[in-house]
């Protein structure tokens, strides 16, 4: 993957953020990725979003979506992002590893920014814990939590307990957020609870508000509780130049704590 691309923005400016990242949604709007990234980012870090439109938790409804994932790469180019994230652990784990890779591998070629997704930035992340036992817990059906335990194995992290109320996508982008964060302890606690060997937790899922059950559970654990965003995040504040001009409050968690 390419390097990342400093964009010349070295000192903290009140109007200038010194950091951006460019997220592809995988849907045609943009609510709880923006609204929890502004709870767990730094001051001076922007996100810039654009969107796809994928219909399912399906292969075909992702490979559907490929074509408008380059013109929304060139899009966050053009926007002169530091990094660009693909959103959506569900479009990664459908389309396997070794696929995923190649389209981030193709994505920095085509742009020269650092191309990342947030299933290899999960990975990333619990590979700086240490982590090859993991308990998971998701919204998602059967098939997406297969295929989502079968790429984590490929990067040597073996899911050893797994919690799900399986959702249709449809399903996931109108469910209340109180309910989500209800959802987030109710499961995250059955998963680690099933499994003491477990080292960490996963609560992936772009649409799932669980930024405030990460506190929660890791008082009750004791160990590091992942999202999307915070993996994200994380993995663009640990690419960025150093040193930080700005750390994240690590009152959300683990993974904030240690950028």
């Not at 002169?80 to 959103?87: G, M, Q, T």
């Not at 085509?110 to 947030?118: L, N, V």
Request: aromatic share 6%; net charge positive.
């Amino acid at each position: 993957m390419a390097a990342f691309r400093p964009t010349g923005r070295t000192n903290m400016s009140i109007v200038s953020p010194w950091l951006t990242l460019g997220y592809v949604i995988p849907h045609l709007y943009t609510d709880m990725d923006a609204y929890q990234f502004y709870r767990v980012a730094p001051d001076g870090m922007m996100l810039v979003t654009t969107g796809l439109n994928l219909k399912e938790y399906s292969l075909a409804a992702v490979e559907t979506e490929l074509p408008a994932l380059w013109r929304a790469f060139d899009r966050l180019k053009k926007k002169n992002v530091d990094r660009i994230s693909l959103s959506g652990v569900p479009v990664a784990s459908v389309l396997g590893r070794k696929k995923m890779r190649e389209i981030l591998d193709e994505g920095a070629q085509r742009t020269g920014i650092a191309c990342d997704t947030d299933l290899e930035a999960h990975i990333a992340t619990l590979q700086r814990f240490g982590v090859t036992k993991l308990a998971l817990a998701t919204r998602w059906p059967e098939n997406v939590n297969t295929a989502l335990s079968n790429y984590l194995k490929e990067a040597g992290i073996e899911v050893v307990s797994l919690r799900a109320q399986g959702r249709s996508l449809d399903q996931n982008k109108v469910s209340s957020p109180l309910a989500d964060h209800e959802l987030a302890l109710e499961l995250g606690r059955a998963a680690l609870a099933a499994a003491p060997e477990a080292q960490a937790l996963l609560l992936p899922g772009g649409l799932w508000f669980a930024i405030h059950a990460v506190p929660i559970l890791e008082a009750e654990f004791g160990k590091p509780v992942l999202l999307n965003i915070t993996s994200t995040t994380w993995a663009a504040l640990n690419a960025a130049p150093k040193p930080l001009q700005q750390k994240p409050d690590p009152k959300w968690g683990k993974v904030m704590a240690g950028c």
